[in-house]
């Protein structure tokens, strides 16, 4: 079970866009994840009339390390620490470290 799940609220901890707020749009299988509007890069692509592509100047989200991320907490309105917990009904549920407060409901 991962830390940060895909769809996941996460604020930036380090790095050129330190501070920046986005939802994981994708989790990758070597630990790095794309989150919405962070790490934006211009990507110069050539047209392509076969699969209608055209071509220009593009941004587009790339894949930044886990470890510069953190998960968004709404009540203290800072990234937190998540940790793991067994429910009373056997279900493995993340909570936040500094609330106690449970992330998967």
């Known amino acids: 079970m991962n830390r940060i799940r895909k769809g996941d609220d996460v604020i930036v901890i380090a790095g050129k866009d330190k501070g920046k707020r986005g939802s994981v749009l994708r989790v990758m299988t070597d630990g790095r994840l794309v989150v919405s509007d962070v790490n934006m890069v211009k990507r110069h692509t050539k ?16 894949p ?27 279900r493995k549920v993340r909570f936040f470290k500094s609330t106690d407060e449970v992330v998967d409901v």
């Open 47 to 62: 047209p392509n009339p076969n699969r209608g592509v055209a071509g220009g100047i593009i941004e587009k989200e790339m």
């Open 64 to 90: 930044i390390d886990q470890s510069n991320i953190m998960v968004y907490n709404p009540q203290t309105e800072k990234g937190d620490r998540i940790g793991f917990r067994v429910l009373d009904d056997g």
